[in-house]
């Protein structure tokens, strides 16, 4: 959820073909908390398989073309629906496996570099919007801490900051550096905003994975939902 001066991109880590893991999210706005737990498997060649055990368990699937089901077991429905957000390549689990952690996908979202600098041992880009995003965002700033992404700014055309993301608590996963945990705050408005925070546990890669989520296949008498 990726300069070419500063980084060379080498494809994706050689070494991992799959990670499992464990996920919490935990979702801040108006005094109230609630949180999500799930659990999921990625394969670096784009298929993603998530189970979210409660309140009822659903499976989510989604793929690098953007294609998303979601199937409720309980009710043996399958919910389908295609669209370029719910592609595997906007995930963390693809920017930093496939070397994209230099721009976290902007570039490729049409966003071009428009001033790089370096400020108390981080580098700090800024990267201008493309035409069909101008409307909302104007541009987005991005700081890098050696070659690891640590913070990412939203602001839109009247200089408001509109969203920060927060990426910390690296670990290796193969020889990639992978935050398990990322902040993200959505400013509503002035007054208003919403906190979420992602932590990803008990990461393991290849013949670590010991779950067979990858695997699951929908039954083919499930009830399809448009």
């Given amino acids: 959820m ?11 880590a050689q070494d991992v073909r799959k990670v499992s893991a464990s996920m919490i999210m935990r979702t801040s706005h108006k005094g109230k908390t609630t949180n999500t737990r799930a659990e999921l498997c990625y394969a670096t060649s784009g ?3 998530t189970l979210f055990p409660k309140p009822a368990e659903l499976y989510l699937f989604n793929n690098a073309n953007g294609e998303l089901r979601v199937y409720d077991p309980t009710k043996n429905t399958v919910l389908q ?4 957000t719910y ?24 966003f071009s570099l428009g001033s790089t600098k370096f400020e108390n041992g981080v580098m700090i880009t800024t990267w201008k919007s493309p035409t069909p995003l101008a409307k909302n965002i104007k541009r987005v700033e991005l700081v890098h801490k050696g070659q690891n992404p640590i913070f990412m700014k939203y602001v839109d055309p009247s ?22 945990t990322i902040t993200q705050i959505d400013y509503v ?7 979420t925070k992602t932590a990803y546990g008990a990461l393991k890669i290849n013949e670590q994975v ?7 296949i929908i039954p083919s008498n499930a009830k399809v939902i448009k």
Avoid: C, W
Avoid at 2 to 12: C, D, E, P, R, S
């Fill in 2 to 12: 990726f300069l070419t001066v500063v980084f060379v991109g080498v494809g994706y």
């Fill in 47 to 49: 298929r993603m398989v």
């Fill in 81 to 84: 629906q295609q669209n370029a």
């Fill in 87 to 110: 592609s595997t390549e906007t995930t963390q689990f693809f920017f930093f496996l496939h070397n994209r952690k230099a721009d976290l996908g902007l570039s490729s979202m049409g």
């Fill in 159 to 180: 200089d408001r900051t509109i969203k920060k993301v927060f990426y910390y608590d690296y670990t290796k996963l193969g020889t990639v550096d992978f935050p398990q």
């Fill in 189 to 195: 408005t002035a007054k208003d905003s919403i906190v």
């Fill in 210 to 216: 010991q779950s067979n989520l990858l695997e699951f």
